[in-house]
Each structure stands twice: as C-alpha cells, then as structure tokens.
C-alpha cells in the first residue's frame, strides 16, 4: 500500500516536469519502502542509473578505488529520518571522566569559540552534506571498502555508510555535553573489536585498524570553499582550525576503546 501510494505522488510529480524518470527515482530513493521494494523499483530504472554492487566490481575487477567509492556514495544518500542503528542520547556513559574530558580540550584548544564556529558552520554544511561526504570519500576510497568488505557488503555499506554521515554532522550540530561524549565512545566501540560489525549483525572484517582512523583525520580536516560561501576569510579559517581540532578530539575519545584504561 506504502509503494502504491509512492508511486502515485511520484507520477504527480514526474508529470509536472515533464518525465517519468523522474517519478521512478523519486520512489525507488524514498526512506519510508523497504531495501527490498528499493531494489525492485531501481530495476525499473535506464541502465546509466543502475549500477551495479560494489562487491562485484571488485570481484570483476572494473573499475578503480575512486570510481568504486563514487558508487558506494550514491548507494546510501542521507535521508530525513535518522539512520538505523544511530542511538544518540540512548547508550552506555563513557568510561571517560568529565575532567579528563575537559583535560582534552584544553590539550587542544577547543574553546567555546571553536564551539560557536562549528555550530554556526552546521547550519550551512548540514543542507549540503552530501557534497562534503563525497569530497571525503573520493579520497578515503581504499580505507572506506576495506572497512566494509565482506558477504554482507551491500547492506553493511548503507546503514553504517549513514551513520557516518550523521555521526560527522554531528560533529558540527551538537553541542559537546555529556550525551555526545557518550556517543564518541560508543563509536570507538563500533569501530573496535568490542562492537564491530554487532550493530548491523553482519560479517565483515573485525576491526576498524586504529592506524587508518588516525590517517584520516588529514582528509576529513578538509571542508571546500563552496560550502562555506558568504563567510569571512577569518571566519573560514576559524571554522576549520575548530573543525580540526574537534576530529582530533572525536579519534582521542575513540582511542579509549582500543587501550587498556590504565595505558589510555
């Protein structure tokens, strides 16, 4: 009934711009049908928009790292409704003390300043997400499929692939009370041989390696000119020395999941 009423308003729609195309994109991308009715309504689509899974590209070898990447971005855009298995302000406490949470921040110089510049930046890098998300990802390609690979690729890339766009966002939308440094440890988690690949309950490699969450950070410290138009130069500058600075502290809370509480 769901996907018979979707498809009613997507001919609506597509009528008014003069196309069905665009009728069938706009009912097989909807959040509210099921993967299986997705996958069934893509089917419909011309052969430019079905691309096929990155698990057999690789396999058949077509294609390089970046043009894989390309794919696996396409497959899980960002949708309205929060994605599966985010559970923000619903986890354990961390382990990390208020104090020592503090400590972090003063080792960086993470003000309220730096709190104020991301929080401003938020509201003009969250309408355009996706756009940051791709400018990553067309660099962290080979880290990206690594940390997915495995049988269950596919549906492993979609959920966690979403939960990493929105665990990034909210790098610039929450405030840093005790709820997201709660959720910084519960990513660690997820990233660490503790809770890896249990969220999706799929099989997959067993640990995110540490090495690569640090090496990322120099990527993910890069936010384009065109997402930060109409602010100052200083302004600019100060949103992404802030940016950097919260990445680094977002990796040191992940880091407690990796090492003993005595060695952290």
């Excluded at 509201?123 to 660099?139: F, K, S």
């Excluded at 936010?223 to 990796?251: C, N, T």
Aim: charged share 25%; hydrophobic share 40%.
């Amino acid at each position: 009934m769901r996907a018979d009423a979707l498809r009613a308003a997507a001919d609506t729609i597509g009528e008014g711009v003069g196309g069905d195309l665009l009728g069938l994109i706009f009912t097989a991308c909807h959040p509210v049908l099921s993967k299986d009715a997705q996958i069934l309504q893509f089917g419909s689509l011309p052969p430019q928009f079905c691309r096929p899974p990155i698990s057999s590209c690789v396999d058949r070898g077509e294609g390089t790292i970046s043009e894989l990447t390309a794919r696996f971005q396409w497959r899980c855009p960002m949708s309205a409704d929060e994605p599966q298995g985010y559970d923000y302000g619903a986890v354990t406490k961390s382990p990390v003390s208020w104090d020592d949470f503090q400590d972090l921040k003063r080792v960086l110089g993470f003000s309220d300043r730096d709190q104020q510049l991301l929080l401003r930046a938020g509201e003009m890098i969250g309408p355009r997400l996706e756009e940051l998300l791709g400018h990553w990802l067309d660099q962290l390609g080979p880290w990206v499929h690594a940390t997915f690979s495995g049988p269950d690729v596919e549906r492993y890339s979609s959920t966690a692939g979403a939960r990493f766009g929105r665990g990034m966002l909210d790098g610039f939308t929450r405030t840093y009370d005790q709820k997201w440094l709660d959720y910084q440890h519960e990513i660690g988690l997820r990233h660490s041989r503790t809770k890896k690949n249990r969220t999706d309950e799929v099989d997959s490699v067993p640990v995110v390696p540490f090495r690569h969450l640090v090496a990322s950070i120099h990527v993910l410290s890069e936010i384009p000119d065109k997402l930060l138009d109409g602010v100052s130069s200083a302004d600019a500058a100060g949103i992404r020395a802030a940016w950097s600075k919260s990445l680094l502290l977002q990796v040191a809370l992940w880091s407690r999941s990796y090492v003993t509480a005595d060695d952290w």
